[in-house]
């Protein structure tokens, strides 16, 4: 008998596997010197650098997102466990008051009132005044406090942020002199001069503001909430952080099922040419033709009458949420292969032209060892190209679909509801910006990352641009 | 020439059979006309007679393929396939579930469209062209540098960043434009002139950067060389010769939305209230009418198909190396 129940839903399974399979990926690089030498190419460029950094950060939460469970109700009996309907994540947990301190309703970032005025009860005097907030700035005696608690609150974090980044970067200094064999002095002065090899400085300074960043928020959120709350009084900071997970779900899960399709079929295509290639092309030139928006729309609304005629196969909310999540990357997925199997059905009808698939051939080579050995390793740089580039236009479309309404479930925490849920209060006096604003900000901030790190990977491997490495 | 155009228009008729099929396994036998009457009824109202009343008002009431209760011919044609999916084909789409006939609909709704798409297609190229000449004069310095980042930036901003941005800035905190509506005649010009901004604006990042790479591609070739040898100024070779060359790959990319934009633009029409088919698919959507969504599904098929065919044949009108067989 345990106090948690841990539940894994479909997309955690396979957020997961996606991990360890980049792992092993990874290890398996490692390995192999002419593998390798792309990577390093990416590993030298300071914007590619620094926005993996900012994009490891999202991970991190996401990941930490992806571990759920079920708490066990307090009056349950312990021969018999009950456990509680709502289902919450590892990141739940430790934020733990961003989640549960709920206000009444909209109050501004950082604010210290209610956004809206209401009748207060004075000793039996009614007043009507902006009533204060149960949590953000319940501390401060008064208003007069306000701005110099934030601003010392300000302070703090960044003090704390700049030598907690100052005593990191220290120690990995210490460690990389150490493995390169100089003094400690020798290796910082080829850091400060940049003369690393790697762009050291960058990554230390994304590393102090990152840091900076988390130890500021940390000590706002503490007494306020940072980024105001929303309609039901829910912190805005909480849902943007909470969306994290559902964006890069989208962003992954989907190239995951695109990938198979369009390697496989695009491949094939290319090397068998005949009936095989004729039949492919119809396939996805059909699939083409329909507007992607619409296929989505039309295999969305099916998947909700699945869902709706079903209901006894999902236990939570969570899970019929996350049901729709999972369909959603399906259908975006079938929607959206066909660019990359075009794409690798040309380079792959070059490739098997090329002399030595024509000798492998000649010397009775099976069709499996070539599509192996030669025509697979050497459309692999096209596929990873379009997984880093995809990526973020997935992001961007998850939040054009809630507003169309064939996105995520309106439970699930995304930017895209969040916009949807908010583009109406622009309209009231005063504006209610914060919702709108956090979640275009976080989304803007991981879709720049993603787009700058895939800038980086491409050059690094795309052989038509092959000068600058 | 003619004979493969023939064959062009030809070849269409499969992937267009495809199309129509794909939808019907879709609406019909994935999801079956119960299932939609269920959806639409909600979960109040859903009785059998209910099911069978809703079914009967739109036409659903047979069988799908095959109707063994009929004689003759009809036995193919009073079915819901003939009735609502190879009709399709003569163009007749039917009613949606406000009884309006639906290709009455979208021939008066393709003008609205047409008054939002074509300025942004026009404008947009326009821009995005001067755009990526302007950073390919300054190349490699850091004019191209931040313009490349700028493209970035601008490219990693929601479409809806822009229309909410614009609406409320422009519309309603300067009072400049109306935030939404339209009018016929030269009064739609105030209310078409915000939405061309926004989706001109939000097309500049990837465009003028996809724009750059081709004539950046263009300016490493040898006719390029030999027209700087020759002692022409920088500005006469980006224009005479980099320009001309570059707008190939350009337009003749640009001809296959060409005839995509009767179908408007989804999000900008919604949230700017133009009565125009993007518009109207989105309510479509929202209100699960499920007639006009597979209409709009096939019309956008013609359209894209359209599209291709122009594409081979600019290709054969801007570039005399390529020939039609």
Redesign the interface.
């Known amino acids: 008998m345990s106090a948690i129940q841990p539940v894994i839903l479909w997309t955690d399974a396979l957020v997961f596997a996606l991990v360890a399979g980049v792992t092993g990926l990874v290890l398996y690089i490692r390995r192999h010197e002419h593998l390798r030498a792309p990577w390093a190419g990416v590993a030298r460029q300071p914007m590619a650098m620094g926005s993996a950094l900012v994009l490891a950060v999202f991970v991190v939460i996401g990941l930490l997102d992806s571990l759920h469970y079920r708490e066990r109700l307090p009056d349950s009996p312990p021969d018999k466990p009950q456990y509680s309907v709502e289902v919450l994540s590892a990141f739940d947990a430790l934020v733990g008051p961003l989640r549960t301190q709920q206000e009444k309703t909209y109050s501004a970032p950082l604010a210290m009132h209610l956004y809206a005025k209401e009748f207060v009860d004075h000793d039996g005097v009614v007043v009507r005044e902006y009533p204060r907030l149960k949590y953000g700035g319940a501390h401060l005696e008064s208003a007069a406090a306000h701005w110099a608690d934030i601003v010392r609150r300000v302070l703090l974090g960044s003090v704390q942020g700049l030598a907690i980044a100052l005593l990191l970067v220290g120690v990995l200094a210490a460690w990389q002199a150490r493995r390169s064999r100089q003094s400690y002095g020798e290796w910082l002065t080829v850091f400060g001069t940049g003369r690393l090899g790697w762009p050291g400085r960058t990554l230390a300074t994304m590393l102090a503001l990152i840091a900076i960043a988390i130890a500021v928020l940390l000590h706002l959120a503490a007494g306020y909430h940072v980024l105001g709350t929303d309609k039901v009084g829910q912190d805005v900071l909480y849902i943007s952080l909470k969306s994290i997970r559902t964006g890069l779900v989208i962003g992954t899960l989907t190239t995951l099922v695109t990938l198979p399709l369009a390697v496989v079929l695009g491949i094939a295509a290319g090397y068998f040419r005949g009936w095989v290639d004729d039949v492919i092309q ?2 996805y ?7 992607g ?3 989505i ?3 969305v ?2 998947v ?2 699945y869902i ?2 079903n209901p006894e196969l999902f236990d939570t909310a969570a899970a019929r949420a996350d049901i729709r999540l999972l369909a959603l990357c399906l259908i975006m997925g079938m929607t959206s292969w066909t660019g990359l199997a075009r794409l690798l059905r040309g380079e792959s009808l070059k490739l098997s032209t090329l002399d030595y698939v024509e000798a492998a051939r000649a010397f009775g080579v099976s069709h499996s060892r070539i599509l192996g050995r030669h025509i697979f390793p050497n459309v692999f740089h096209l596929v990873l190209i379009a997984i880093v580039l995809d990526f ?1 236009g997935l992001v ?1 479309a998850e ?2 679909l809630s ?4 996105g995520v479930d309106p439970s699930m925490y995304s930017w895209g509801n969040m ?1 949807n849920g908010a ?1 109406l209060e ?2 009231r006096e005063p ?1 209610v910006w914060w919702q ?1 604003g956090a979640a ?1 900000a976080f ?2 901030t991981l ?2 990352a993603a ?2 790190f895939a ?1 980086g990977v491409r050059d690094a491997f795309d052989p038509r641009l092959g000068g600058r490495r | 020439m003619f004979a493969y155009l023939l064959r062009r228009v030809l070849y269409a008729i499969p992937i267009l059979i495809g199309v129509n099929l794909l939808t019907f396994t879709l609406f019909f036998v994935v999801n079956t006309p119960d299932d939609m009457a269920r959806l639409q009824l909600g979960a109040k109202h859903v009785t059998p007679e209910a099911i069978e009343r809703w079914k009967v008002e739109h036409g659903y009431d047979k069988p799908l393929l095959l109707n063994r209760d009929a004689q003759g011919s009809a036995q193919f044609t009073d079915t819901i396939f003939f009735k609502h999916s190879a009709a399709m084909f003569a163009f007749e789409f039917g009613k949606g579930d406000d009884g309006r006939d639906i290709g009455n609909e979208i021939v008066t709704r393709m003008g609205p469209s047409l008054a939002i798409a074509l300025p942004v297609f026009a404008i947009g190229l326009l821009v995005n062209i001067s755009f990526a000449l302007l950073m390919v004069f300054f190349r490699s310095t850091y004019l191209d540098l931040w313009g490349v980042v700028l493209c970035v930036v601008l490219m990693s901003i929601s479409g809806l960043f822009y229309i909410i941005a614009g609406q409320f800035f422009i519309a309603k905190l300067w009072n400049l434009l109306p935030i939404s509506g339209f009018a016929d005649g030269l009064d739609a010009f105030k209310f078409v002139l915000l939405p061309v901004l926004v989706g001109v604006v939000s097309g500049i990042g990837s465009g003028s950067r996809w724009y750059r790479t081709i004539f950046l591609e263009e300016i490493g070739k040898d006719y390029v060389r030999t027209a700087r040898a020759k002692g022409l100024s920088e500005v006469r070779v980006l224009f005479r010769h980099v320009l001309k060359n570059g707008l190939i790959p350009i337009l003749t990319g640009a001809v296959v939305v060409l005839p995509l934009l009767f179908m408007g633009s989804l999000i900008v029409e919604s949230f700017f209230g133009i009565p125009g088919l993007g518009s109207y698919t989105i309510d479509a959507i929202q209100a699960q009418d499920f007639s006009v969504v597979r209409a709009m599904v096939f019309l956008g098929a013609v359209l894209y198909i359209v599209g291709l065919i122009l594409t081979d044949l600019s290709y054969a009108w801007a570039d005399p190396r390529v020939r039609l067989q």
């Open positions: 119809y396939v030139t059909v699939l083409n033709s329909i507007p928006v619409l296929l729309a039309a295999a609304l099916i909700q009458v709706e005629s973020s961007l939040a054009v507003y169309v309404g064939v916009i583009r622009l309209a504006v709108l275009f989304m803007f879709v720049l787009n700058l800038d």
